[in-house]
């Protein structure tokens, strides 16, 4: 069964702190691993996305891991702000457009 | 604007009524997503659109759910005799088509089913 599974569920962090949050698959076939972050009642908004060759990407502060032997990726955000208060969705492809969801992991930055 | 737009933002409607869900994706855009998301839930893909016809309806749950782009750009959700299950929200996403694309996802409809 194609499963994308995220953790932790939460996380509450000061201000100017640095996070990981994870992601595991056993999507199969693999075609591309994006991460998304959706604010309350909006849309996801995408911030990476790499397939299987790669193993970083960057976008701002937001630095996204890939290891497609182990079937895991790791989202690090660096000194985090206010705004980055949000669910952060991991997103498993198997045939190039998002087919597998994980259940996002619900980020708090406090001042 | 030139982002997607979904419409309407929420709608109230009774178990066993019909329903339509509008999505206007990006201009040029040949790809068009609809997802389902339930509360505290990640989006569920429900359907995949490459221009005019759809590529991948595998996750429409049942027969009661439709869903058509018959010129290829704006699209409708289509929901026969509702059920309470069915309250969600729906989210749309359009791509430039490529399987690597970025999807851009409209602000979504919340659908509440009494």
């Known amino acids: 069964k194609n499963q994308v599974e995220q953790s932790p569920q939460s996380l509450i962090i000061l201000e100017g702190k640095n996070c990981t949050l994870q992601?595991?698959?056993?999507?199969?076939?693999?075609?591309?691993l994006r991460w998304y972050k959706q604010d309350t009642g909006r849309g996801p908004v995408s911030l990476t996305i790499?397939?299987?060759?790669?193993n970083t990407k960057s976008n701002g502060r937001y630095t996204a891991t890939l290891d497609a032997d182990t079937k895991q990726s790791s989202l690090h955000i660096t000194a985090s702000q206010l705004s980055d208060s949000a669910s952060y969705i991991c997103?498993?492809?198997?045939?190039?457009?998002?087919?597998?969801f994980g259940k996002g992991t619900s980020l708090l930055v406090t001042p | 604007g030139a982002g997607v737009s979904q419409t309407p933002s929420n709608k109230v409607t009774e178990k066993g009524k019909y329903v339509e869900l509008r999505c206007d994706p990006i201009?040029?855009?040949?790809?068009l997503y609809w997802y389902r998301q339930s509360l505290g839930q990640g989006p569920e893909f429900l359907i995949y659109?490459?221009?005019?016809?759809?590529?991948?309806d595998s996750g429409l749950p049942n027969d009661r759910f439709f869903a058509v782009r018959p010129e290829g750009s704006v699209s409708t959700l289509k929901i026969q005799r509702t059920e309470r299950g069915d309250s969600a929200v729906y989210l749309c996403?359009?791509?430039?088509?490529?399987?690597?694309?970025?999807?851009?996802f409209g602000p979504g409809t919340r659908l509440t089913v009494l």
């Open positions: 996403a359009s791509s430039r088509g490529l399987v690597t694309d970025t999807q851009y």
């Open positions: 201009s040029g855009h040949t790809a």
């Open positions: 992601c595991n698959y056993t999507v199969s076939p693999f075609s591309n």
């Open positions: 997103v498993v492809s198997q045939y190039g457009y998002a087919l597998n």
């Open positions: 659109f490459q221009g005019t016809g759809a590529a991948d």
């Open positions: 790499m397939t299987f060759s790669e």
